[in-house]
């Protein structure tokens, strides 16, 4: 069987691989959005949450049943997720001096889709956690510091991983 696994997996590509490829795009977008991000001015970065925020209450200002309310704001979520990811890309840059890489847009994606992201020591789990606590001050969703899922696998957040990062979360580009 594990013969037969290793050709598929070859032919085919492992669900990873197939799953990497298919947000490939979404990850170049971002990439690409940020030369254009660079050049924007703290007030005009700080207009673009606000310009996110309007968009989503826009688009759910009339529906009143909650599953499609609901529906509709994860829509519009991922269409300006790409903007969205790159804003908060450019806020850490510009307050911590550290940058999301691929790997953790990745991560982002992943969490945004609902999914389990496996990182490793090292590879940006709080920067990761960003690009969601964003995203949650975007649709006006309540979040909270601790995220036990992560927290329990990741004692380093607990011990000080948020304290560095937390001035970008609360800075005036992601309110």
């Known amino acids: ?4 696994d290793k050709f598929f997996n070859k032919i085919l590509g492992s669900n990873t691989d197939r799953y990497l ?6 990850v170049a977008e971002i990439n690409s959005l940020e030369t254009k991000v660079k050049l924007l001015s ?5 207009a673009r949450t606000d310009r996110f925020k309007e968009r989503i209450q826009n688009a759910i200002g009339g529906i009143e049943d909650k599953t499609e309310r609901r529906k509709r704001e994860q829509e519009v979520l991922h269409e300006i ?5 790159a ?6 840059v510009r307050v911590t001096g550290m ?4 790997v953790q847009l990745i991560g982002g994606l992943v969490l945004h889709q609902g999914k389990i992201a496996e990182m490793r020591t ?6 990761v956690r960003g690009l969601l606590i964003d995203e949650a001050k975007i649709s006006a969703r ?3 510091r601790n995220f036990p899922a992560q927290d329990r696998v990741c004692s380093f957040v607990h011990c000080g991983g948020w304290s560095w990062s937390e001035p970008v979360f609360d800075c005036a580009f992601c309110l």
């Open 21 to 26: 490829k298919k947000i490939a795009p979404v």
């Open 99 to 102: 940058r999301h890489f691929d």
């Open 142 to 144: 309540r979040i909270r």
């Open 122 to 127: 090292g590879e940006g789990k709080t920067l």
């Open 42 to 46: 703290d007030d005009e970065l700080r």
């Open 81 to 85: 997720l790409p903007e969205a990811f």
């Open 87 to 92: 804003t908060v890309r450019e806020a850490s």
């Open 1 to 4: 069987m594990a013969l037969v």
